[in-house]
């Protein structure tokens, strides 16, 4: 994906999971749909980031940050800064949140979220419309805790839901197992 009308044809061919992720999805195209700045930070109503669901191998972890300014664990990712190829967007923050090197499972869309961001200092409130991306990495490589982090570190499928996170990562969870019910993993 390296333009915005790539985008709007990848989200075009994302199958959404629930009903909520199917009106994130609505509300994510027609933003990207009216927005040609929509990568762009400096769009103060909101902007598109990219995110890095990041596995094991065997797809039984997944790679979380206890993100500083949000106080939650969530998936690696962060801002497009103007780059349309959110896949490589998702790939930086990954390496640049973790330490570690991921690769894509798929180039397709995994998941898509809309949030509000809380206004801080001199930013207002905004809406991060985020795309994600399924990502492998060797699960036996420790992460590195940026300064964006107070702890990185894989966390058990099955133990996700007892971090303090949000509904947009549990769903990120049942994607991965029900993929690996599909897919034949355990």
């Given at each position: 994906m390296n333009s915005r009308t790539d985008l709007l044809r990848a989200l075009r061919a994302h199958r959404p999971f629930d009903t909520q992720e199917a009106a994130m999805l609505a509300r994510l195209l027609a933003f990207v749909d009216t927005h040609e700045e929509c990568f762009e930070r400096s769009l103060l109503c909101g902007h598109v980031t990219g995110s890095a669901w990041v596995?094991?191998?065997q797809r039984t972890h997944t790679l979380l940050v206890h993100h500083a300014k949000l106080g939650k664990w969530l998936q690696p990712g962060g801002h497009c800064d103007g780059n349309a190829d959110v896949l490589a967007v998702a790939l930086r923050e990954a390496?640049?949140?973790?330490g570690l090197t991921a690769s894509p499972v798929t180039p397709r869309?995994?998941?898509?979220?809309?949030?509000?961001?809380?206004?801080?200092?001199?930013e207002p409130a905004h809406?991060?419309?985020d795309v994600r991306?399924?990502?492998?990495?060797d699960g036996a490589l420790a992460p590195v805790v940026s300064e964006e982090s107070h702890e990185v570190r894989w966390v058990a499928l099955d133990e996700v839901a007892n971090l303090n996170t949000d509904q947009s990562v549990l769903r990120l969870v049942a994607k991965t197992l029900a993929r690996n019910t599909e897919d034949g993993t355990c």
């Open positions: 596995v094991n191998r390496l640049e949140e973790t869309v995994f998941d898509v979220d809309t949030h509000e961001i809380p206004a801080r200092k001199e809406i991060h419309y991306f399924l990502l492998e990495a």
